[in-house]
């Protein structure tokens, strides 16, 4: 197997990473997603949501991406299907900035980053379909990992 990337063996072939061997751990893992919104998107915020003919913006996109951390095995080819014990999700308004932070935890084999980098994504998109009929000057941007736990390395990201 090449021991640079996990997922490709030597003779260069894709495959999902046996994890039969590992023991089972408490595994989190954070991420977050900026979607900048604009001024005229961002003034539409009462009580710490957007209220849109499509229905509350940050409520919606809270639930889109619980759905995408359940689902991400499906999204995402080798990634492996994964029994999700918390997904949380926090959207908040920075200037004209929504911030979002999901974290998942699982006690598995193997970690839960993909699960935590896609309810980012996901509810990032939802905030974007929701509001594109106001503006399509959005943009989605630093989707990161920022720490994850559990399994043979931890990692935070600096700043």
């Known amino acids: 197997m090449n021991s640079e990337f996990s997922h490709v063996t030597a003779d260069n072939q894709s495959h999902m990473v046996d994890v039969s061997s590992k023991t089972a751990s408490l595994r989190t893992a954070k991420a977050r997603a900026h979607v ?9 915020m009462v009580d710490r949501e ?24 499906d999204l995402i080819p080798l990634c492996h299907t994964l029994p999700i014990d918390k997904v949380q999700i926090n959207i908040e308004l920075d200037n004209h900035t929504a911030i979002i932070e999901s974290e ?3 006690f598995g084999k193997t970690g839960v980053e993909m699960e935590a980098l896609t309810a980012a994504s996901v509810a ?17 941007s630093s989707i990161q990992l920022l720490e994850k736990s ?8 600096n700043a």
């Open 36 to 44: 900048i919104l604009g001024k005229d998107i961002a003034s539409k």
């Open 50 to 73: 957007l209220h849109l003919p499509k229905g509350p913006v940050f409520q919606t996109a809270i639930l889109a991406g619980i759905m995408g951390a359940k689902k991400t095995a």
């Open 104 to 106: 998942v935890r699982t």
């Open 124 to 140: 990032a998109l939802t905030i974007y379909d929701m509001c594109k009929a106001l503006s399509h000057d959005i943009t989605i």
């Open 150 to 157: 559990g399994g043979k390395n931890d990692y935070q990201r």
